[in-house]
């Protein structure tokens, strides 16, 4: 089957601008997570999904960041008034449970470049 | 929560070298740990677990209780053993801010 999407694969935008990153997970998978990959900053977590409970934001590094998950599938990552830092590959994983043992299944990531 | 850490950020083996990269842990019930990996261009996968006790593309990972350690090791490192690998608790609970930095490898011909 088809494994975790994102939209779009590259994203450049300019300094102030809003941006919108999608995630389609893997059909059936009840958690899914935003990270954040920069070099040599390595992936940082950003936010947690898991079913109808109310999303985990601990690693949001600001209030410009946001995401909302609808109907427990698709999620989309909202950046507002973007800045340079804000420069980096998001990625986006699935996995199936809370289990321990499952793995994340992740996204091939949306490169955000802000100039 | 678990907490990973993996010192060194750049290692560079000669082929047929072996190769370790380090991963050390913090818990206070049983670990649960795997490494992913990132080749050049694809997307981060699994590349194993400690609960399995398998060996995938050459690479074992033990755990050790007393050094608190979860060292990833391959005895002769290949050309496509390049890329970047993390070492992992399972991202649930606390543990969702535990991945860390990375290494990334670099086998020299």
């Known amino acids: 089957g088809a494994g975790v999407s994102q939209s779009p694969s590259n994203k450049v935008t300019e300094k102030g601008k809003d941006v919108e990153l999608r995630c389609d997970p893997i059909?059936?998978?009840?958690?899914l997570y935003w990270y954040r990959q920069s070099l040599g900053q390595g992936l940082e977590f950003l936010i947690y999904?898991?079913?109808?409970?109310?999303?985990?934001k601990s690693g949001l590094p600001s209030d410009r960041f946001s995401a909302e998950r609808t109907g427990g599938s698709v999620s989309t990552l909202t950046i507002q008034r973007t800045q340079q830092e804000d420069s980096a590959v998001y990625l986006c994983a699935s996995s199936p449970s809370m289990s321990s043992y499952n793995e994340q299944f992740f996204g091939p990531g949306t490169r955000l470049t802000v100039l | 929560a678990q907490r990973v850490t993996q010192p060194e950020k750049l290692l560079s083996v000669f082929k047929g070298a072996p190769v370790e990269l380090k991963c050390n842990y913090s818990?206070?019930?049983?670990?649960?740990l795997f490494w992913y990996v990132q080749y050049s261009r694809q997307r981060l996968q699994l590349l194993l677990r400690?609960?399995s006790r398998e060996s995938i593309k050459g690479f074992t990972a033990d755990l050790n209780k007393g050094e608190t350690s979860f060292h990833l090791k391959k005895p002769f490192a290949q050309e496509e053993d390049s890329a970047m690998y993390y070492c992992a608790p399972p991202a649930y609970g606390n543990n969702r801010l535990a991945f860390g930095k990375g290494n990334q490898v670099v086998v020299i011909p």
């Open positions: 059909s059936g998978h009840t958690a």
């Open positions: 999904f898991q079913g109808n409970s109310a999303p985990d």
């Open positions: 400690h609960i």
């Open positions: 818990y206070s019930g049983s670990p649960e």
